[in-house]
């Protein structure tokens, strides 16, 4: 049986971004917060490295910003980045008052601080090599303790319901969602005041991810089909390494191992990154990842190595636990040996586009943390300004929706999920190839290194995957892997034409048609057609 339910605020996603808002929201409203699965699951739980932020005596609000700018290539939003950076040490601040247990420094009188790639200063607080653990646990344990926040976990969230859809007059605005209960089948309907989108970001569209599979861009698909403008998506980060062993799926190894000193080699032993920059292993993620990517295909190899064995066993056990078993796990003793190691899509740089407060182009709909685009990060992320621009922006938004008075209650009649005119889908084979496929295409032709090409082949490849799934959408019954690969379809969609407007080589970025830079910076935006 469908159910419906009436909330004050709705939020879609129990990640760093969707937990700080519901936590800030709690104390004076009813909060209703959707997972995809398991409420643990998302990027967050996995973050290694940790938050930048300015804490450090040395360090300055001018020289996080400096960093921001420069990693993004100038294409970050000026604003966005000072907003971001001046809200850094509050928002630590309010970490460490939820409880999240960072690593002391040896003396024990204030945090340890590591270093990341693009970061002039040490000011990467983080809880050993396991910081996203740390904060999820905490503040998943406060949530659930708190008896306004009630949790949905297994519910897939489809589409927003907007006033324009039902034809109620009046500006458009977000009225609630419809999600697939993954235990009864059946889609309820959740009613809000205020609706955030907290839903992560889209790696998934490409074939190797260090991302989990919750990373299918349903946020950024959703607020799109709600006639939200999205911006910067043709900027997706490739972590540069990630361990390169086929039962691994992907496990990251932190930059922060480069950042205490962990060197890249050649099969053969030898450094290269001073070919390439010279701030070798540390120059920010787009020129390291790009730079091992030449030499793999120069070399005809499938890994590069990072080793960082001359460091004592004492420090590597200490600094990286997690990823020391991890590697052990797979064979690679990483005290003794280098270990093998690739790029893969790691973060959405893109997305929907929001102000200060969190807040999209539709009324009442907000999206935070790696679903939205505040402008922070510009061509390129700078290490560790994700988990940052989550907590600061959940913030904003909080502060933004408790000084704006919620209704609940639409005076709308809003109507249950219609699935009379569909029949169950005995092609679920079709479903998985598509899947298959986008993601392999994506991965080929809208990697690391684009072309003019590649992104028309690509682009012909989507349209077709498009009304495919269209016709399968209008046809078959509703299923949480069909839901995910329209999601998919639509971002990669949304990525590729990204990427073909953009007549340049910055961050990211980079085409062999235009391998130049532009004098001025600006960023890509798309606007659904509203009809
Ligand atoms: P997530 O934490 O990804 O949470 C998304 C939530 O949305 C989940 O609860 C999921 O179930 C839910 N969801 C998604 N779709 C739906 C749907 N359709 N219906 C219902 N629910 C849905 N950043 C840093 O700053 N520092 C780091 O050290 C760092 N390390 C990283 C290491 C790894 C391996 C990875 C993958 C990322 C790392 N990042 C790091 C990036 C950072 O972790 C993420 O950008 C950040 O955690 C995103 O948080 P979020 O709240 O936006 O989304
Ligand atoms: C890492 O630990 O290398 C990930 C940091 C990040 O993605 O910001």
């Known amino acids: ?42 990027s967050t739980l996995y973050a290694q490295g940790g938050v930048a932020a300015v804490l450090a005596e040395k360090d300055t609000i001018d020289s996080h910003i400096r960093d921001t700018v420069t990693a993004g290539v100038f ?21 460490i008052d939820q409880g999240v247990p960072f690593t002391r420094s040896h003396e ?70 419809y999600a697939l209960n993954l235990t009864t089948d059946e889609v309820d309907v959740f009613i809000a005041g205020r609706i955030a989108i907290a839903a992560g970001g889209a790696s998934k569209v490409y074939l190797y991810t260090s991302n989990p599979d919750t990373a299918s861009g349903d946020g950024i698909a959703m607020a799109w089909r709600a006639g939200c403008r999205v911006a910067n998506l043709e900027f997706n980060q490739f972590h540069p390494t990630c361990l390169y062993d086929a039962k691994a799926k992907t496990f990251l190894i932190s930059e922060a191992v480069r950042g205490e000193g962990g060197k890249l ?38 890994h590069v190595l990072l080793d960082i064995s001359h460091k004592s066993t004492e420090f590597i056990t200490t600094h990286f636990p997690t990823i020391y078993e991890q590697c052990l796990k797979y064979g690679y003793d990483m005290t003794k040996e280098p270990i093998p190691v690739v790029p893969a899509a790691h973060y959405t740089c893109g997305g929907v586009m929001v102000n200060q407060f969190g807040h999209t182009d539709l009324k009442h709909l907000y999206a935070v943390g790696e679903t939205s685009y505040t402008g922070l990060h510009g061509a390129n992320r700078l290490a560790s300004n994700s988990l940052l621009e989550c907590i600061v922006y959940a913030r904003s938004a909080a502060q ?37 496929e986008l993601r392999q295409f994506m991965w080929d032709y809208v990697g690391i290194v684009r072309t003019n090409n590649r992104l028309l082949r690509a682009k012909h490849r989507v349209d077709l995957l498009l009304s495919e799934i269209d016709e399968f959408y209008s046809n078959y019954k509703i299923s949480s ?34 391998p130049d830079t532009n004098e001025k910076p600006e960023p890509t935006i798309l606007a659904p057609n509203k009809k």
């Open 108 to 177: 024990g009188d204030s945090y340890h601080l590591t270093k990341e790639g693009g970061h002039s200063h040490r000011r990467i607080i983080h809880a050993a090599d396991a910081t996203g653990q740390a904060i999820s646990a905490t503040l998943i344990h406060n949530a659930t303790q708190h008896p306004n926040i009630d949790f949905f976990p297994d519910r897939v969230a489809i589409d927003i319901i907007t006033s324009d859809k039902l034809r109620v007059s009046g500006d458009n605005r977000a009225l609630g969602i």
């Open 75 to 95: 294409l970050g939003d000026p604003d966005a980045i000072r907003f971001t950076v001046e809200n850094s040490k509050e928002s630590i601040d309010w970490l």
């Open 400 to 436: 933004h929706m408790l000084s704006n008075p919620v209704l609940p209650k639409p005076l709308v009649e809003i109507p249950a999920w219609d699935d009379s005119q569909v029949t169950d889908s005995d092609e679920d084979v079709v479903i998985a190839h598509n899947w298959q």
């Open 265 to 302: 080699l050649l099969p053969d032993g030898s450094p290269f990154m001073s070919k390439f920059d010279d701030r070798e292993e540390l120059a920010p993620r787009d020129i390291v990842a790009r730079a091992i990517d030449h030499e793999m295909k120069r070399l005809g190899v499938d």
């Open 1 to 42: 049986m469908s159910q419906q339910y009436h909330y004050d605020i709705l939020i879609i996603g129990a990640g760093a971004a969707g937990l700080t808002l519901a936590l800030e929201l709690a104390k004076t409203h009813k909060v209703a917060m959707l997972t995809k699965g398991d409420i643990r699951e998302g």
């Open 481 to 514: 892997d069909l839901i995910e690969l329209r999601n998919l379809a639509n971002v990669a969609d949304l990525i590729i034409q990204s990427a073909m407007k953009r007549k340049e080589s910055r961050g990211l970025h980079f085409t062999l048609d235009y």
